[in-house]
Each structure stands twice: as structure tokens, then as C-alpha cells.
């Protein structure tokens, strides 16, 4: 079992920044992927960003150029820096890890971006 918390939701204005942090525990070893997806009510949660062990990244189009996904992984951690924040951002965003054909997800933490 992977456990996974995410901290460092907010409120910003448009234009602002903001960085999420995902830390996990429990069975780490196993651990392959790393990401963050989000949703908003009423839509599909959608990948925002993933990382691999070797560091490879991948990112939805919306965020390219704003968003950054790294990973700490003596510290079990996976961060997604989030600059030029837009109001189209605003929703909840989950950790997730792939631990071999396994999914984990964190709580969730709430990113409001105002105009």
C-alpha cells in the first residue's frame, strides 16, 4: 500500500504562483510514475503533469510553459510548480503514483485562481 498526502492549495490571483508538494509513504520501493491530476465539479479528472523514476516528464498542453513537475525521491516527494496561474486552473488537483499495476491517489487539494 502507497499512502499519499498533498499539501499547498490556495487561493492566488491570476498570474500568481503556487507549488504543490505530494509526499509518500507506506510501500515507496514499489513506486514507478508520479503526477498530478486535477478536476473541477462536473468534468472528468485529467492528467496535469507526470514524472517517471528516471525523471522523464509529461504534460498536458493547457500547462506547458507554466507548469513544472519534479521528484525528490530520497525524500519521497513529488512537487508541481505552477506559475502564471490562469482562472481555468482552478480545481481540486490530486496526487497519484503507479505502483506496478497499481494507482494510488492522495486526498486532494484545492487550487482557486481569481480573475
Known amino acids: 500500500q502507497v499512502q499519499l498526502v498533498e499539501s499547498g492549495g490556495g487561493l492566488v490571483q491570476a498570474g500568481g504562483s503556487l507549488r504543490l508538494s505530494c509526499v509518500a509513504s507506506?510501500?515507496?520501493?514499489?513506486?514507478?510514475?508520479m503526477g498530478w491530476y486535477r478536476q473541477v465539479p462536473g468534468k472528468q479528472r485529467e492528467l496535469v503533469a507526470t514524472?517517471?523514476?528516471?525523471?522523464?516528464?509529461n504534460y498536458t498542453d493547457s500547462v506547458k510553459g507554466r507548469f513544472t513537475i519534479s521528484r525528490v525521491n530520497v525524500k519521497n516527494t513529488v512537487y508541481l510548480q505552477m506559475n502564471s496561474l490562469k482562472p481555468e486552473d482552478t480545481a481540486v488537483y490530486y496526487c497519484?503514483?503507479?505502483?506496478?499495476?497499481?494507482?494510488?491517489w492522495g486526498q486532494g487539494t484545492q487550487v482557486t485562481v481569481s480573475s
Open positions: 497519484n503514483a503507479r505502483a506496478w499495476v497499481t494507482y494510488y
Open positions: 507506506g510501500s515507496i520501493f514499489s513506486i514507478n510514475d
Open positions: 514524472i517517471t523514476s528516471g525523471g522523464n516528464t
